[in-house]
């Protein structure tokens, strides 16, 4: 764990203060050019030139200000329907990056992966939800494209372990022992929507998936 010293978080305030400081809107700018004009020399008034490109730079500022708010109010727009498009895909099956998969009672569970190229072989390691190995699968050679392994839901020494989230990771080679990338994806039945840090999440089983991974959703047979 990393430990900040009180000396660097008072200098970590004195910089966030002194940039606020120095941080000029348009309303100081207009400030500053109507107190400049007020107390100019009658006898050596502001020269035109300069004095159009103040008025151009405020003009700038004021649109470059209003851009950014349009643009604010768009994304949070965005934001907004995102998530509650998210509360259409409840009751259907989705397809997401990533690589938990949920073990359910009495049931087995798919392991969905995409390898780039042809590989030699195949190999599998499955945690539990604290990140401790469980299982180990191999296969033989696969064809590049999806695939779909089968997980019977036990450990290595054959016992069947609780139902809950689990995660993989996938290791293969070619003909040569060289590495072929592999992709993985997790996949459920969604039962519910959950929001965090402006974000949504659809939950399925004990899984948590962001609804920005979801690559594929279908209407759910069952």
């Known amino acids: 764990m990393n430990v900040v010293g009180l000396n660097q978080v008072s200098s970590n ?31 050596n008034p ?13 003009s700038s500022l004021e649109q470059l200000q209003t851009v950014n708010d349009q643009l604010a109010s768009m994304a949070s727009q965005q934001a907004s329907s995102a998530n509650a498009q ?17 073990l359910e009672d009495g049931r087995h569970s798919d ?16 945690y539990d939800d604290t990140g401790y190995f469980v299982k180990g699968l191999e296969s033989g050679s ?20 609780s139902a809950g989230s689990y995660s993989y990771e996938i290791m293969a080679v070619d003909a040569d022992g060289q590495p072929v990338d592999a992709s993985t994806y997790t996949s459920g039945k969604v039962s519910g929507v959950t929001y965090a840090n402006g974000q949504a999440y659809l939950l399925a089983g004990a899984l948590k998936i962001p609804l920005g ?9 069952e």
Request: aromatic fraction near 8%.
């Open 13 to 43: 305030s004195t910089q966030t203060a002194n940039k606020s400081a120095t941080t000029m809107g348009k309303d100081e700018f207009l400030t500053m050019l109507v107190a400049q004009l007020q107390y100019q020399d009658p006898l």
């Open 46 to 58: 502001m020269d035109s030139t300069g004095f159009t490109a103040q008025l151009a730079q405020f």
């Open 86 to 102: 998210a509360v259409t895909y409840i009751g259907k099956t989705v397809t997401a990056s990533g690589s938990d998969i949920q």
């Open 111 to 126: 392991i969905n992966f995409e390898l780039d190229e042809e590989a030699a072989a195949v190999y599998i390691k499955i």
């Open 142 to 161: 696969m064809a590049s494209g999806q695939h779909a392994v089968t997980w019977d839901g036990t450990d290595d020494n054959g016992r069947l372990l």
């Open 213 to 221: 991974s979801v690559i594929q959703v279908v209407e759910t047979t």
